[in-house]
């Protein structure tokens, strides 16, 4: 049995404890499910489950042994294993066998038995056969995958792990869970921590984190059909928070765009790396875009569809090998008129306070900058007064994504470009987004959002497009009120007219 | 981005050179760049050429590739030979020169024959004994880049890391933390290229925030970076706390590892890069 008891943390410096008073239980073979927000505590309870951080108070222990002593500490890390978020943090070697080798190495087994864990681990998450390949080469599931390989070589009895999908997309996810299931079935105690519901439904036992405290333990049917507890422990949003979703499928019907109003225009836009070179790779292949102010526009695609590709040029990042950008009214695409948000954008803070982040844009374009602090933290939920003059690097993640799309916001562009802005966050963050994006619509923006999580966005955008091996498609209901896409809801290649403007 | 950053120049193939133990190549590597810092005189140095470029034949590797290794130091190159070239003193005390070089060996005494300078306008000119030297630089370096690139262009880059620390492994004797200096070549295998891509992220992302790289002067460039270089250094510090978390979790300590991968010492390897490398260390001393 891992079992935590009566644990209390407090990080130096911080002002609230990170947990309090925690004390559960995971049985041998069970699947175990801990939920929480953003901030809840979930990522220090999986450090202090192998002993990576020692409580303050209370201890942890596995199958009797206590996991904060010295003499047991190798015994329990090889019980216990963690896996955590971002695979690319995990991966020690630069061959898989190598990595998946590099646990069993350290405890000095022989060679034989090393060989034998390593095959039987890479064959349960289903690498057998990419041995000799480089990590670097490997799609996000495939890495996380490797880093549940490389903790199952140590033969743990339980394993913890901390958010394993979300850094991956809808594929990684898939495989992930799967990997899940065949550890599951080979009877490894799990204690599988997320702030996703859609993991909580098979779990043996579900418990809830809220505020470093634990709020809830017991059968998952008891929770999830509680809607009202759900809300109360920040797992979901009450539907008066975000715009309800119509029919499942369907984009919204758009309003007619003031013609005043200049769109932005990709025509036939095509980009190839490494031109010229035996590696080039065509990354988009020829794709029209049109994106009228106020309109709201969907591209799902998945991981090498070229969406990156089509976001960089889109927002005036990257000149295509062949097609052209620019505006309706004849003017070019400069940085700062199309705004773009890429996919965990707070990897941009540099400055030292939020404000300073913020107008790092607005003065680069030597735009007069008072009162666009406030407003644009006040647009993201953000209090001015409060965070002004923080230095970005001591906010929550959350948090930071709020003030890196309030940079981008800054600099005021018609257009906004969004690249899977909710990946990561949990249901308030997500819904903050959508209302955010609603706001930017009605305000006359025009946005493009990009993500691989159809369910998410799908009822919200007025139009909805297919991004697959650097061609863009119209998805169901393309040709709806208010979108002009020639093609009707069937498949067409995005070197056909496709425009997703506003006004039938 | 699924695009992999490309790291290291192999390329791969069966030749006899892609097939030697790679610490044998660095072994016969390390030899070579010994030789062409000892030998005085052309007949060493000319050896080394001819053996390095059949090398380069029996490894199939394009010249056009080793060539191509010359592009980032040509200013260096030309530099190199102009300075030994050209004189401002034409026709005034050069006979120094003539002795200088000789007592050094660089030049061989037939060349003695040659004028010590060549008036072109007024006291500028050229010395035909200083363009021989600056040549003799030139080859050098260019031997030198060959070489290494030869070894890049026929080991991969685990072959490389695995390799030196099978070299540096004895030096454990002497308490140096080999295991651990082997795990920093293999973590930093990864992390070179995840840093590159990260890098050119975080560029662009101040790129659409309208910062710009390539204009002004040199303070106003590198003040640029600022920006790019604070978050990348912030996110490697929060990478260098999970991948220490990792590797504990793993427990990883630097002592008492043992080993998957175990390379078998071939007797022919052994031979060629014993027998390459007296044949370098002797070619330096006595040439």
């Known amino acids: ?504 | 981005m699924a695009l992999a950053v490309p790291f290291g120049q192999y390329v791969p193939g069966t030749s006899a050179v892609h097939r030697l133990d790679a610490r044998f190549k660095l072994l016969i590597v390390t030899s070579f760049v010994f030789a062409l810092f000892m030998v005085d005189g052309w007949t060493g140095l000319l050896l080394c050429a001819v053996l390095l470029l059949g090398a380069y034949l029996l490894a199939r590797i394009p010249l056009k590739l080793a060539l191509r290794g010359f592009k980032p130091i040509l200013v260096i190159l030309i530099f190199t030979f102009l300075a030994n070239t050209l004189t401002l003193s034409a026709g005034g005390d050069a006979g120094a020169l003539t002795s200088d070089l000789a007592a050094t060996g660089l030049v061989a005494p037939n060349f003695g024959a040659l004028p010590d300078s060549i008036a072109l306008i007024g006291s500028f000119g050229i010395k035909p004994l200083g363009a021989l030297r600056g040549l003799y630089f030139v080859l050098r370096i260019l031997l030198l880049i060959s070489i290494t690139s030869l070894l890049t262009f026929t080991s991969s880059v685990v072959a490389l890391s695995d390799a030196l620390t099978a070299l540096m492994r004895p030096l454990a004797v002497l308490r140096v933390p080999t295991e651990d200096i082997a795990t920093m070549f293999s973590i930093a295998l990864r992390f070179i290229p995840l840093t590159a891509e990260e890098a050119e992220k975080i560029m662009v992302a101040q790129s659409a925030r309208a910062a710009v790289f390539d204009k002004g002067g040199l303070i106003k460039r590198a003040r640029a970076w600022v920006p790019v270089m604070i978050p990348l250094f912030v996110n490697l510090f929060r990478r260098a706390d999970e991948l220490a978390a990792a590797m504990e979790t793993r427990c990883y300590t630097g002592r008492g590892r043992t080993h998957l991968k175990v390379y078998v010492l071939k007797v022919s390897d052994l031979v060629i890069g014993c027998c390459g490398a007296l044949f370098f260390v002797a070619a330096g001393i006595f040439l």
């Open chain 1, 1 to 504: 049995m891992l079992s935590f008891q009566e644990i209390g943390f407090r990080y130096t410096g911080a002002e609230e404890p990170a947990l309090v008073d925690v004390s559960f239980a995971v049985e041998p073979g069970a699947y175990v499910v801990l939920l929480g927000a953003n901030g809840s505590g979930k990522s220090t309870l999986a450090r202090l489950a192998n002993a990576l951080l020692l409580p303050d108070t209370g201890h942890v222990e596995v199958d009797g042994l206590r996991a904060d002593e010295r003499a047991t500490l190798r015994t329990v890390r090889g019980l216990v294993g963690v896996v955590a978020q971002d695979p690319d943090n995990q991966i020690i070697s630069a061959t898989v066998l190598d990595d998946a080798a590099f646990g069993p190495e350290n405890l000095g087994l022989p060679r034989d038995e090393i060989t034998r864990r390593c095959a039987e681990a890479l064959a349960t998450v289903g690498l057998l056969g990419f041995e000799e390949r480089d990590p670097n080469t490997l799609s996000g599931g495939e890495k996380q995958r490797l880093v549940i390989a490389g903790v199952l070589a140590m033969d743990p009895s339980y394993l913890v792990l901390d958010e394993p999908t979300s850094m991956l997309d809808s594929e990684g996810r898939a495989e992930v869970l799967a990997a899940i299931n065949a550890l599951r079935a080979r009877g490894h105690g799990i204690l599988h921590i997320t702030h996703d519901l859609d993991y909580a439904h098979d779990a043996d036992k579900l418990l809830v984190l809220q505020a470093g405290r634990l709020v809830f333990e017991g059968a998952p049917d008891t929770l999830l059909q509680d809607e009202e507890k759900l809300i109360a422990y920040a797992l979901q949003v009450g539907s008066g928070d975000v715009t309800p979703r119509q029919s499942p499928c369907q984009p919204r019907p758009l309003a007619p765009p003031d013609p005043s109003l200049p769109s932005l225009l990709l025509r036939d836009v095509a980009y190839t790396y490494s031109a010229g070179a035996s590696f080039a790779h065509d990354a988009l292949k020829g794709a029209d875009l049109t994106v009228a102010a106020g309109s709201y526009t969907l591209i799902s695609g998945h991981t090498g569809s070229g969406k990156s590709t089509l976001l960089r040029i889109a927002a005036g990042l990257l000149v295509p090998t062949s097609g052209t950008t620019g505006f309706s009214d004849g003017s070019a695409v400069t940085p700062g008129t199309v705004g773009i948000v890429f996919q965990h954008p707070e990897v941009q803070l540099f400055a030292q306070t939020v404000g300073e982040d913020i107008l790092f844009g607005p003065r680069n374009l030597k735009m007069d900058t008072t009162g666009i602090v406030d407003s644009v933290l006040a647009a993201v939920g953000l209090e001015p007064r409060r965070f002004a003059q923080r230095s970005p690097f001591t906010l929550s993640g959350g948090e930071m994504r709020r003030v890196a799309i309030a940079s981008i916001l800054a600099m005021r562009s018609r257009f906004l470009l969004l690249d899977e802005p909710t990946a990561g966050l949990d249901a308030q963050g997500r819904a903050f987004v959508h209302r955010l994006i609603d706001e930017l619509v009605r305000q006359g923006t025009g946005v493009v959002v990009v993500s691989h999580d159809l369910s998410e966005f799908v009822s919200r955008a007025h139009v909805h497009l297919l991004l697959q091996k650097g061609r863009l498609y119209v998805a169901g209901g393309g040709a709806g009120a208010g979108s002009t896409a020639k093609a009707g809801g069937s498949a067409v290649s995005a070197t056909g007219h496709l425009h997703v403007a506003g006004g039938a």
